[in-house]
């Protein structure tokens, strides 16, 4: 944040120098028009207090244009700022529910597989013939290698009546 008010600050210290820029650049044009008019030297002593007067006049009125300016150069980024400031934060909301959504699509997308897989296996289930055992989707386990027949029993993996092995 500090980052962007010192910019904010630099953009603002630019443009006042440029307006300031301009008005000199327009007051050293209208001297210009009015030194080619007349020789300095020319003058009385009361067209020097008038020309005196009216060149007071264009200063205060040059003054008041340039805080003019400035007030508007700093209410403008103020609002630069403010607009910047919602823009970011209307970024971080759509981030959020873009994430937000992808994640529910995602959650979604895997209860279907997972519904799909169930219905695949009950099918398969009441498809084969002969199984007097009705197997429910929540008895079939990843240790079971056929359905059909049920899960493996224990007794048939120990093998007491396997012949001794002999020493010799």
């Known amino acids: 944040k500090a980052e962007e008010q010192r910019k904010t600050k630099q953009w603002y ?3 006042v120098r440029e ?3 301009n008005i000199t650049k327009i007051k050293l044009k209208d001297a210009e028009k009015n030194m080619a008019m007349k020789n300095p030297l020319d003058y009385s002593d009361a067209e020097v207090r008038k020309l005196l007067v009216q060149t007071n006049k264009e200063k205060n009125n040059l003054l008041s244009e340039l805080k003019d300016y400035e007030w508007r150069l700093d209410s403008e980024s103020q609002k630069f700022a403010k607009a910047e400031e919602q823009r970011k934060t209307f970024m971080v909301q759509l981030y959020g529910a873009t994430e937000a959504n992808r994640i529910l699509n995602t959650e979604q997308s895997l209860k279907m597989q997972r519904m799909r897989k169930m219905k695949t296996q009950n099918k398969l289930l009441s498809s084969q013939q002969g199984s007097t055992k009705k197997v429910s989707p929540k008895n079939v386990s990843p240790k079971m290698i056929d359905p ?9 993996l120990v093998h007491n009546n396997l012949p001794k ?3 010799q």
């Open 165 to 167: 092995i002999e020493k």
């Open 148 to 156: 059909k027949k049920g899960p493996v029993k224990k007794t048939a």
């Open 19 to 21: 307006a300031k820029i």
């Open 13 to 15: 210290q630019r443009r």
